[in-house]
């Protein structure tokens, strides 16, 4: 058996090394190739060494003859992604990061760190970790600003840290509860099965449209209501001339009750139900009188003698969240202290927490002192979705900051006629006022997934939904003002978890099959993020000049 097990690994290895250098050189320059870029604005971004399990598949995909996948696959792993660290204890993360980031440096090429150690992560499910107590955070960020040093870096600060705070973690487990009591008996819970053959790759040369409608024909449709709705609508030369306006005509998202099904979801990779926010109009024949812009202030009421000492204590759910918005602050400032690191706050995504929701909690964790906030991270919302849902945050902290309510600001909910008014009477001029952003489109190729209709069960649509895909390219290039990249944050092929679904399992009764755990490979999904990539992976040089 030894000596049985010892030809296969030998096998392996020289298969592995007889295939890699074959692929590297046409792959990474087609996979890399919106990265590479000369510009002194466009950052090249960094691509960490890869998982070695990846490479364990590509070569046993090189083994069995499918050069193809294998090729596709080399591609998505050896592409710039985003480097995580959580759960290391400081000395060892010191270590790490300061390895990363001078290897980077040596390269001349920008690393994205997304760190994950945040006290309380995850609600206790798939992802659950984190430092023990604010002190080992503190401790734990100080290393890491150690290992950074005076060297360039971006920072995805906590994914889901603010999106999913303590006093979100009981609210959704007791929705996890009801849900479960109205659930019928009779029933057992819907299987989905996946597909059981995934498309071959694209063929370079073919369209790569998704089989969903085209983004284009959902603007269409909403400039034509538009156009029905506002007679007096602006015109396309008048839009285009004002840079407070998106470049994008795309479709405004689903409302957020509509996006993500109640449940206990975990951090980085969760999506609880939108909190309840105040109604917003949606196509409406007239416009209601949009809100002042600065609302006149009462004369202030002299407090009694006992309620002084109450006046500046801040209102917070419980301990817990209290602190975690001193971590967060915390690491906001230990980091952008460094000189060269810009650091990035969750904020969540377009189908989860309304504007008025999340822009109050960017606010108390340091926004002001942040770079600006990270949207989509290890989510699937398309990127229109993110760009502008992004600008309607931006706007609104723009707008906070001035002294404005952000309960009245423009939400993604609301109609894209009715949000740009808000946005021309409050946004301001001077784009550099405003807060930037980045997005993850690591697997956003096919945009987010939703059960067929029936399944009795927890869909748990961040949970290694079936036939997704790769999404466009990281890069810092990105055509938007305030869009400062498009990163891999999440690492394509990495597992969410095990994905039961409300479910005993150990099964995810969706695909059928026991998930591997949080952080580890998952070869099925990782294969198909690479078949149904959008735009698609393309795994052969071309000739210049065809």
Same mark, same amino acid.
């Given at each position: 058996m030894r000596k049985r097990r010892k030809i296969l690994t030998v096998s392996t290895a020289v298969v592995a090394a007889a295939t890699l250098p074959l692929l590297i050189s046409p792959v990474v320059s087609a996979a890399a190739r919106e990265d590479d870029d000369d510009s002194s604005r466009t950052a090249r971004l960094y691509a960490p060494p890869p998982d070695r399990d990846s490479y364990r598949q590509v070569a046993r995909l090189a083994w069995r003859g499918d050069f193809r996948d294998s090729a596709g696959l080399l591609a998505m792993v050896r592409t710039p992604q985003a480097v995580w660290y959580g759960d290391e204890s400081p000395e060892r993360v010191e270590a790490l990061v300061r390895r990363t980031t001078r290897s980077a440096d040596m390269q001349g090429r920008l690393p994205v760190l997304a760190l994950y150690n945040i006290p309380g992560r995850d609600c206790g499910s798939y992802s659950s970790g984190g430092a023990d107590g604010?002190?080992?955070?503190?401790?734990?960020i100080d290393a890491v600003a150690e290992g950074i040093g005076d060297r360039k870096v971006l920072i995805v600060l906590e994914p889901d840290s603010l999106s999913l705070l303590p006093s979100d973690c009981a609210d959704e487990s007791n929705a996890d509860q009801t849900a479960a009591e109205e659930q019928p008996t009779a029933e057992q819970p819907a299987v989905e099965q996946p597909p059981t053959d995934l498309p071959p790759l694209p063929d370079p040369g073919a369209s790569t449209s998704p089989p969903a409608a085209s983004a284009a024909q959902d603007a269409a449709q909403d400039a034509a209501q538009d156009a029905a709705q506002s007679p007096d609508a602006q015109s396309p030369d008048a839009q285009a001339a004002d840079p407070r306006l998106p470049a994008s005509e795309d479709p405004a998202p689903?409302?957020?009750?509509?996006?993500?099904?109640?449940?206990?979801?975990?951090?980085?990779?969760? %999506?609880?139900?939108?909190e309840p926010s105040a109604e917003q109009p949606g196509t409406l024949p007239e416009l209601p009188p949009l809100p002042t812009p600065?609302?006149?202030?009462?004369?202030?009421?002299?407090?009694?003698?006992?309620?002084?000492?109450?006046?500046?204590?801040?209102?917070?759910?419980?301990?817990?969240?209290?602190?975690r918005y001193s971590e967060i602050n915390y690491a906001v400032d230990a980091l952008t202290a460094l000189g060269n690191t810009s650091v990035y706050l969750d904020a969540g995504h377009a189908g989860w927490h309304s504007v008025s929701s999340i822009v109050p909690r960017l606010i108390k964790a340091g926004i002001d002192r942040a770079t600006g906030f990270a949207l989509n991270v290890s989510h699937y919302q398309?990127?229109?979705?993110?760009?502008?849902?992004?600008?309607?945050?931006s706007s609104c902290l723009a707008y906070a900051d001035e002294g404005g309510d952000p309960e009245d600001c423009a939400d993604q909910s609301w109609s894209r006629r009715h949000a740009r008014r808000w946005l021309h009477a409050h946004v301001p001029d001077d784009p550099g006022?405003?807060?930037?952003?980045? %997005?993850?489109?690591?697997?956003?190729?096919q945009g987010p997934w939703a059960p067929r209709a029936g399944a009795h069960l927890d869909a748990q649509s961040w949970c290694n939904p079936p036939a997704r895909g790769l999404g466009r390219r990281p890069t810092t290039r990105t055509g938007d003002a305030l869009l400062d990249a498009a990163l891999w944050v999440k690492t394509p092929g990495e597992s969410d978890g095990r994905c039961l679904r409300g479910t005993d399992g150990p099964l995810d009764p969706v695909r059928g099959t026991?998930?591997?755990?949080?952080?580890?490979?998952?070869?099925?999904?990782?294969?198909?993020?690479v078949r149904y990539a959008e735009p698609s992976v393309e795994v052969f040089r071309r000739t210049h000049g065809r």
């Open positions: 604010l002190a080992a955070y503190e401790a734990w689903k409302p957020a009750e509509a996006q993500e099904p109640s449940g206990l979801e975990p951090s980085a990779s969760q %999506t609880p139900a939108p600065d609302p006149v202030t009462p004369d202030p009421v002299t407090p009694d003698a006992e309620d002084v000492g109450d006046l500046d204590t801040p209102v917070v759910e419980d301990p817990e969240t209290a602190a398309t990127d229109p979705d993110s760009a502008w849902y992004g600008r309607l945050i006022r405003m807060k930037h952003f980045v %997005t993850d489109t690591s697997r956003n190729g026991v998930n591997p755990d949080a952080g580890e490979w998952f070869p099925e999904q990782a294969l198909e993020l």
